[in-house]
């Protein structure tokens, strides 16, 4: 082999070892984009575009950039776990975001521990996520019990005597229904009717009869966006005089104002960011420079309470893999346990929740009571 050949062969090693050494590392992403939740999940998604866009222009993480792989899983817990599987088996990602509702979450973690990879969870509120043993979890939403434990307080200012429950039955709803039922009984508060309703229905007026009936003054509705103005606006035409509140930041006050008008007025949501004050969480520089990029992008600015949870997701999600040192799933789940992260909503940082030895990771998030008042979101 003569000397140029040679030097032609070594070149293009030279030359592929470094494109290898800058591919990027992949992060999966399963979310609501079509069904029941989808205006929810988009929101997160590009939520989580946001901060990969964000990351890869401060450099990425060890010397490469991030590809988030996008898989949708359509509201459905069969579908949920097909992406988790193409995600993991195919894609070869070492690390998931997902999957919005706890019943979607619930569905992908055995894919989980069969391949051991780690998955960070944005949005889902059940309890069972975080105790069933799965060490592969990592969840920086809070709980159905940590946000009732939060809205204790408010229990004696708003004058809460009986409550009613309106819930999408699954484990997002039934789980919120049973944790508020019980802070708001340990307060000595009244409760009254519990109703479900099924995740696709658009008709809640027997429902709505019924609870107008029991003669509670408060009404805590748990679902998605869509559900919640199509119960703001019937109860409105049924004349319910209880005020609603809405529990686990899963409506966007914003959309509630466009999409349910007069009918929105009066009621109160829980969400775990306030946009429309930034200046009141904790780490505001954070919260603004998010604000910015969404807007910068042209995004509905209903979006920004549920888009969040994806940037602080994936930022939490890079920091443990720097943490790491590498991109592998055993590695970034070792190095999430010790990451701090100053997220949207706070500070993040895990605790150990669930049986010893197979603990999942949980955070300890802020929650925030709003109200809508004249056709804007005002501090409770």
Avoid: C
Avoid at 5 to 11: D, P, Q
Avoid at 349 to 361: C, D, L, N, T, W
């Amino acid at each position: 082999m003569n000397r140029t050949l040679a030097t032609f062969f070594v070149a293009a090693a030279l030359s592929s070892g470094s494109a290898m050494s800058q591919d990027a590392i992949k992060i999966g992403v399963t979310q609501p984009l079509t069904g029941a939740f989808a205006a929810s999940g988009n929101y997160v998604t590009e939520g989580a575009k946001l901060a990969e866009t964000a990351i890869n222009a401060s450099g990425g993480v060890l010397g490469r950039k991030i590809q988030l792989v996008i898989e949708d899983n359509k509201s459905n817990p069969t579908e949920a776990v097909a992406t988790a599987e193409k995600l993991i088996s195919k894609d070869k990602v070492p690390v998931m975001l997902g999957a919005w509702s706890s019943t979607l979450t619930l569905a992908v973690m055995p894919k989980l521990m069969e391949y051991g990879v780690p998955m960070l969870v944005e949005t889902s509120s059940s309890g069972k996520i975080t105790v069933s043993g799965n060490p592969w979890i990592f969840r920086i939403s809070p709980t159905s019990e940590m946000e009732a434990k939060a809205f204790t307080g408010y229990v004696k200012t708003l004058g809460i005597k009986k409550a009613d429950f309106l819930a999408t039955n699954n484990d997002f709803g039934l789980g919120a229904s049973k944790e508020f039922a019980e802070m708001l009984k340990a307060n000595g508060v009244q409760v009254g009717v519990v109703e479900t309703m099924d995740p696709k229905a658009t008709d809640f007026a027997a429902q709505l009869a019924k609870i107008k009936a029991s003669g509670g003054d408060t009404l805590f509705v748990t679902t998605a966006v869509e559900q919640a103005t199509l119960i703001l606006k019937q109860a409105k035409e049924q004349q319910l005089k209880a005020r609603i509140i809405t529990t686990g930041g899963s409506v966007s006050p914003d959309q509630l104002i466009q999409q349910a008008g007069p009918a929105a007025d009066g009621s109160l949501h829980l969400v775990f960011f306030t946009p429309w004050f930034p200046e009141a969480v904790k780490n505001p520089d954070v919260a603004k420079r998010f604000v910015a990029a969404w807007n910068a992008k042209g995004l509905p600015a209903g979006g920004l309470t549920e888009g969040f949870r994806g940037w602080d997701g994936i930022t939490t999600i890079v920091e443990g893999i720097k943490a790491a040192g590498k991109a592998e799933p055993k590695a970034i789940q070792q190095a999430l346990w010790g990451v701090k992260v100053k997220g949207i909503n706070g500070d993040i940082a895990f605790i150990k929740q669930g049986p010893a030895g197979q603990e999942s990771a949980q955070n300890v998030p802020s929650v925030y009571l709003v109200r809508i008042d004249g056709g804007k979101v005002v501090k409770n």
